[in-house]
């Protein structure tokens, strides 16, 4: 999965206001920078337990603007897919919008989705971001407004009904 921020590129491409934004956001995770070969990583963990790594600032291969062969390929890998909508959203984003797809964030998928999906979520709202992924499950995900909570909103009726079924 990849994360590319279209505002505050300043922060997002910085890892010492990156991990100080993300320590503030969410203090209940563990927060490092590793460097292995010139690349920054950042570390998430909570209670010694690795949830997940973060690569900074890696180009997202698929569409790199330089490459019109690789572009036409992962939106023709779409189109077979039957996903047509999904490589049409794609390229009007790209064309109209101010992102480097060449300085992404890279988060590999682990168990750990919920804490993952939820640091990804304050990124679309925070830095305007949007989520790419290739591969068998392939996502674009646009910015959540600004303004909007990216939280997840919890649907207590839905719980409240579960209970009262169980309780039958």
């Not at 603007?65 to 039957?82: C, G, R, V, Y």
């Not at 300085?103 to 989705?113: F, G, L």
Request: proline share 5%; charged share 30%.
């Amino acid at each position: 999965m990849w994360v590319c921020p279209t505002k505050k590129q300043d922060e997002f491409y910085n890892p010492e206001k990156l991990i100080s934004l993300l320590k503030k956001e969410f203090p209940q995770y563990d927060l490092s920078t590793i460097e292995y070969s010139s690349t920054t990583y950042i570390d998430v963990d909570r209670s010694g337990q690795d949830l997940f790594r973060m690569q900074c600032y890696g180009d997202f291969p698929y569409l790199d603007s330089k490459d019109s062969e690789q572009k036409n390929k992962f939106i023709e890998e779409l189109d077979e897919m039957n996903m047509e909508d999904l490589a049409d959203k794609m390229i009007r984003f790209l064309e109209n919008d101010n992102m480097d797809l060449s300085k992404c964030i890279e988060i590999r998928h682990t168990s750990s989705a919920s804490d993952i999906n939820l640091v990804t979520r304050w990124m679309r709202q925070y830095f305007q971001a949007i989520v790419l992924d290739e591969g068998i499950h392939p996502e674009f995900i646009l910015p959540i407004p600004e303004g909007q909570d990216y939280k997840p909103k919890v649907d207590k009726s839905i719980i409240k009904k579960f209970g009262q079924w169980l309780s039958k």
